[in-house]
């Protein structure tokens, strides 16, 4: 499903970073500079990939200016085991904060009549 998220390969990279850097159940105690040194990007193309993930819903964003902590999605963070992701599941459906992954909605136009058609093979 990666690829229907439209991710530029900085915002892969990112994910990939704080997935490899992630807690059980999503936390991630990387501020965006320390995922910047290990990727080597600059602070401009790390400041897109992460607003790109946070409005994807892919990473969730708390606290105000430079405060921020991150965490994954719970539906792609890792888990100690099956059980603490069905509690954490459980938990957040119970109150329903599970936050969504907002992937494009990208509408193609019909082709044009008389093109692309149906072709006989002999």
Partial sequence: MLHQLDLTPTAINVLSVMVKHSEAGGAVHLKQSEIDEILGVGQAPMSR???????????????????????????????????????????????????????PNYVRKPPKPGTGGLHAVA
Avoid: C
């Fill in 49 to 103: 990939a992460m607003a790109l993930l946070v409005s994807r819903g892919l990473v969730l964003r708390s606290g105000d200016g430079r405060g921020h902590r991150y965490a994954l999605n719970p539906a792609i963070a890792g888990y100690d085991s099956e059980q603490q992701m069905k509690e954490e599941f459980s938990a957040l459906a119970a109150s329903g904060t599970l936050p969504p992954i907002a992937v």
